[in-house]
């Protein structure tokens, strides 16, 4: 899902929180349940969607003739001899952990300290004439979720040196003269648009960053990195330059 829809959802959302915690409290938890319910509604129609597409795109790239093949066994013998791969492992479990333990740290400091008492304070000494007290609860709340979103989707992520793209290596892939399929179920069709092409001959595996969709939570993200291993690079180079169209980034 395009992550600018996702911010505009995400700030609508507050606005209407903020609005029903303080000017009709008692409406607040039937407004959760139908938030929830309309966000599994839209992210069930673009999950079918893609799922769709996808299908039809596997179905499209298997009916091509194969050009090179890359089995599980044969790509985990190539990874144990890479130290870079593991080492990559390492550095995104590690901050996965840090940015969660972080967040939580940061959700009990705001929601649950003398901190948000404060808030109103906050308020009220750089805007004085605030008097009705709904108002200002309901801006207090705003600061409030503000805050947290402004923490978790975008301060938190860049302090932590989080790269925007997506980095996607198959256990498996195949490639046909129609395009790829990577872990028997996500689809590349040729042309590739490609960013960026990184061959790596010693540590046989060619790194491309492409801006194709190739799953609902890859979708409007711009720019997604794949790595593929293969016993034969040069073959696969050959194959991905022949078939990819060179985009500016």
Known sequence: MNKYFMYALSITSMIVFSAISAYFPGMLGYLIIAYLLIFFAIQAIVVGKYTKSMLSDLNYISSGKILLKEDKKTIQKLQAKDPSYEKMLRKQA????????????????????????????????IQPSITDERLLLFISNMVLFLTLFLVSAIILPRAMGQSPMQIVIPSTYKVTEKGMILDERLPLKFPLKINKLEVNSKMKYIEL???????????????????????????????IEKNSAKTSS
């Open 209 to 239: 960053v492409v801006k194709q969709d190739i799953t609902p939570s890859t979708a409007g993200k711009g720019e997604i990195t794949i790595r593929l291993y293969s016993t034969k690079p040069k073959v696969l180079l050959e194959i």
């Open 94 to 125: 590690t901050s996965m952990l840090i940015q969660l333990g972080l967040m939580i740290l940061i959700l009990i400091v705001l929601a649950y300290s003398p901190v948000r008492l404060l808030i109103p304070q906050l308020i009220l000494s």
